[in-house]
């Protein structure tokens, strides 16, 4: 077929510049593979398409016909062609995606993985960092980031509440006891995150009423890695106040049980940044409708109430006298 289009090819620019020298030379091939073309062309459509002298070549009558016939033909053909090129280059090359190392973890892979699947020819880069850097210098593509509104200068759209969610293993409390307050918590082994970029220990964010405020606990263990901390809370050695993509699976399958639901807070959302629609390439476009589509409202990194309430009954049973 390949061979086919470059002998038609041949032809029509031949009739199009008045020589066969300039339309190899148009083609970027020699004269001779350009001869060749057009004999094969005559050969498999078995007629003589130009009149052919020492001086000038002359379309014949079938000639004239099949230049008719070819010639819209072929430009349709080259449009398509182009535009294929075209569509493939959109969908290719890099896409830089950045988020926090904590949360982002969890929910990214399902989509990455579609994302790769439908579109092998992006290559992906994606930076995890607890720091927010400067998106412009760093020629950031797309986002994920952890707040109470969107970050200025940027578009943004809101994927779904992330939840705080103060947990402990059933192991931890059997041996340590159930806290019913916050101030209990001065009583227990508890895990504090420290912040990646500035080194300095978060505090707890808990629901106080109607407000968000900051509660200080003493550290058993501190950490920057929140799969180091989920490891020490699942191992029964501390309570953590852990988020809901990370606690969630945990909690419904029982290996974790939510405490003190009273100060859960909801108030930080996960949300996708990224720059100008205008100015987005396609590759970059499909990612976030792709993640929008994956993440947006996602129950499996929220938990309802009813289950909250359910799974902290069901892990505190008898440990909470009557």
């Known amino acids: 077929m390949i061979s086919e289009l470059r002998s038609i090819t041949t032809f029509v620019r031949t009739v199009e510049l008045g020589s066969l ?45 099949f230049l008719e016939a ?31 190392r904590s949360v982002v973890q ?22 995890l960092d607890d720091r927010v850097g400067n998106w412009v210098e760093e020629r950031v593509d797309v986002g994920l980031r952890i707040g109470i509104s969107p970050q200025d200068g940027l578009i943004a759209r809101r994927l779904f509440p992330l939840q705080l969610i103060i947990c402990a293993s059933p192991a931890y409390l059997h041996k340590h ?18 912040h990646a970029g ?13 407000s968000l405020q900051e509660h200080l606990v003493s550290p058993t263990i501190s950490t920057n890695d929140e799969t180091v901390e989920l ?39 996960l949300f996708i940044y990224y720059g100008s629609r205008a100015a987005q390439p396609v590759r970059v476009r499909h990612f976030i409708e792709l993640a929008v589509e994956h993440l947006s409202g996602n129950k499996t990194f929220v938990l309802a109430a009813d289950e909250l309430r359910l799974a902290h009954d069901r892990g505190v049973k008898g440990l909470i006298p009557e």
């Open 21 to 65: 020298s300039k339309a190899a030379e148009a083609q970027q091939i020699s004269p001779q593979a350009a001869s060749k073309a057009l004999k094969q062309l005559e050969t498999y459509l078995g007629v003589r398409l130009f009149h052919r002298t020492t001086r000038s070549m002359s379309l014949t009558e079938e000639g004239q016909r």
């Open 70 to 100: 070819a010639q819209p033909a072929l430009l349709g053909l080259q449009q398509a062609l182009s535009t294929a090129r075209q569509t493939r280059e959109e969908f290719a090359g890099p896409l830089r995606i950045v988020g926090p």
């Open 106 to 127: 969890t929910i990214i892979g399902p989509v990455l993985e579609e994302y790769c699947r439908r579109y092998p020819d992006v290559q992906p880069d994606i930076q």
């Open 177 to 194: 006891g159930v806290p019913m307050t916050l101030h209990d918590l001065s009583a227990h082994r508890c895990s504090v995150f420290r």
């Open 198 to 210: 500035s080194g300095h220990l978060i505090p707890w964010h808990v629901k106080v009423g109607d």
């Open 231 to 269: 490891g020490a809370v699942l191992a029964g050695e501390v309570i953590g106040q852990i988020a809901g993509p990370t606690a969630a699976a945990h909690i419904r399958a029982g290996h974790l049980v939510p405490l003190l639901l009273e100060h859960m807070t909801d108030m930080h959302s």
